[in-house]
């Protein structure tokens, strides 16, 4: 199965400033070859510069 992800997804999944990112924190542990994240660079981009950059 291949799931598509958005910036905000990613983001809480990486963050654990966010209140969602302890739904979400297993979603990249859980990853395998039946088990795929779509990500497109703009998508990377964004979540690069909101970790970095926005998050004070």
Same mark, same amino acid.
């Given at each position: ?6 910036? *905000?997804? !990613? ?12 739904? @979400? ?9 039946? *088990?795929? !994240? ?12 909101? @970790? ?5």
């Amino acid at each position: 199965m291949v799931i598509g992800l958005d910036t *905000n997804v !990613l983001c809480y999944a990486l963050d654990p400033a966010y209140p969602e990112h302890t739904k @979400l924190k297993g979603l990249l542990l859980k990853l395998s070859p039946d *088990n795929m !994240l779509a990500l497109n660079p703009t998508i990377i981009q964004e979540a690069y510069h909101v @970790l970095v950059f926005g998050q004070k």
